[in-house]
């Protein structure tokens, strides 16, 4: 069984362009998280989707959203992007809102210059 | 709020040595309390989880600690190895809601 799969691995941007991380979840997942990871420091998390919807957003402002589409997959985006954007991003899938285990991808590390 | 808690920030172990690292939160809806390991440069790992209706759970040389009333959960890696040297993250989920991850704990195992 495939794990969690996200793309770009590295992704390198200036300072107030668009980036967009993209995810695909384990199959039959239905539930997608994004976490931000800075150097060094815990996961901050972002967002969470579940058949499609967002189900909560962490404290982060409005230049960070995301959408899920019909088959899971999820996407984040960041809009005029900052130096502090500068991080790993984090997907995780669970097999839905009713269970526990979730399980991570390998992220993208995003930079911006 | 932080809704979890996590000590110590770093612990360096000798090989065959015990590791313990602590968690505390407050929430009492929690009801999935997961381990996660991370090596640099990629994403945490799922090693070990316990839900609050048992008071240890062991896998291998990881066994978590649980104690409902103080509410605190411990990870104790048993015979560390150098291999064992990571950052590892408790966190706490209350199903239906999102997780809460504790700050991390980055574990060096010296030979």
């Known amino acids: 069984e495939a794990g969690v799969t996200q793309s770009p691995t590295h992704l390198i941007k200036t300072r107030g362009q668009q980036a967009t991380l993209r995810c695909s979840p384990i199959s039959g997942h239905t539930s997608v998280y994004w976490y931000q990871q800075a150097l060094g420091l815990g996961l901050q998390f972002l967002l969470w989707y579940d058949e499609g919807e967002e189900r909560n957003r962490g404290n982060f402002p409005p230049r960070f959203s995301g959408r899920q589409f019909p088959n899971y997959s999820s996407e984040l985006n960041v809009n005029a992007l900052e130096l502090e954007d500068s991080a790993l991003y984090l997907c995780?899938?669970?097999?839905?809102?009713?269970?526990?285990?979730?399980?991570f991808g390998p992220g993208t590390r995003l930079t911006v210059l | 709020q932080q809704q979890v808690k996590q000590s110590p920030q770093s612990l360096i172990v000798q090989k065959g040595g015990i590791s313990i690292i602590n968690c505390a939160y407050e929430?009492?809806?929690?009801?999935?309390f997961p381990w996660y390991q991370q090596f640099p440069g990629k994403g945490p790992a799922l090693l070990i989880a316990i839900r609050p209706d048992v008071s240890e759970k062991k896998e291998g040389r990881f066994t978590i600690s649980f104690n409902k009333s103080a509410k605190q959960f411990s990870l104790h890696i048993m015979d560390s190895q150098p291999g064992d040297s990571a950052t590892y993250f408790c966190?706490?989920?209350?199903?239906?809601?999102?997780?809460?991850f504790g700050t991390g704990t980055s574990l060096t195992v010296i030979p």
């Open positions: 929430n009492t809806a929690f009801d999935y």
């Open positions: 995780a899938s669970m097999k839905g809102i009713a269970y526990n285990e979730q399980f």
């Open positions: 966190a706490a989920h209350e199903t239906g809601n999102q997780f809460y």
